[in-house]
């Protein structure tokens, strides 16, 4: 079935950009998504990305997809203190969104 | 419409006990899911449905769980006999499938917290 991994911390400090990794296995995934989770809180939707797409823009945040490689990035700009949550990778093809372990984004004022 | 809705939001039951949660999706979402997450996990996928019909259920952590959407508006998720390892965030999630975009960006809930003692 479907992996999705992620890394599980990354600390930037505030002002400076955050880039959150994730690879996949499942090269039939159609829609690749970042969610943000604040603690005690459900998921939110941040964006996400068609597969014939390479790239999606949305205010401070960046959307990188690599097919080949199976690799996707969200790129956080100018990062601040309310960036601080989980953000998880998910991606959906001929199964239902299948989730990374989530990475936590600490940012230090 | 304020997005899907999840009721209630913290259970506390003893184990041995039957709960059941309730999802109120996004109107005219056709498709609707359940996901758990336990600590330190991202959500792991239980079942989920197309209007009425269960279209995957062989997820469903064992034959104490079962969800229904009879009428296929809101959605139930009922959990037998409680087990202290059942303690976990259920999320409900919806999506309007079948219209390219939006069609697949899928919403969550804010989570039903169970805590088994």
């Known amino acids: 079935g479907e992996d999705v991994e992620q890394s599980l911390f990354l600390s930037v400090r505030e002002g400076d950009s955050s880039v959150i990794n994730c690879t996949y296995t499942d090269s039939s995934s159609t829609y690749l998504y970042w969610y943000k989770q604040e603690p005690g809180a459900g998921l939110q939707l941040l964006t996400y990305i068609f597969s014939n797409m390479d790239m999606k823009q949305d205010q401070r945040l960046t959307v990188l997809l690599n097919k080949k490689d199976k690799h996707l990035s969200l790129r956080i700009a100018d990062t601040q203190t309310g960036d601080s949550a989980i953000y998880f990778c998910a991606v959906s093809g001929n199964t239902p969104l299948v989730f990374g372990k989530g990475t936590r984004l600490s940012v230090i004022a | 419409d304020t997005g899907v809705s999840q009721d209630p939001r913290h259970k506390i039951t003893k184990r041995g006990q039957n709960v059941t949660f309730r999802c109120d999706p996004i109107?005219?979402?056709?498709?609707l899911y359940w996901y758990r997450q336990t600590l330190g996990q991202g959500p792991e996928f239980l079942t989920y449905f197309q209007n009425e019909a269960q279209l995957e259920k062989s997820r469903l952590l064992s034959d104490r769980f079962s969800a229904e959407r009879p009428k296929g508006s809101f959605s139930t998720l009922e959990i037998q006999r409680t087990e202290q390892g059942d303690s976990a965030m259920y999320l409900c999630?919806?999506?309007?499938?079948?219209?390219?975009?939006?069609?697949?960006?899928?919403?969550f809930g804010e989570g039903s917290w169970l805590t088994v003692v």
């Open positions: 109107s005219e979402h056709n498709r």
């Open positions: 999630a919806s999506t309007l499938k079948g219209q390219v975009p939006s069609g697949n960006t899928i919403y």
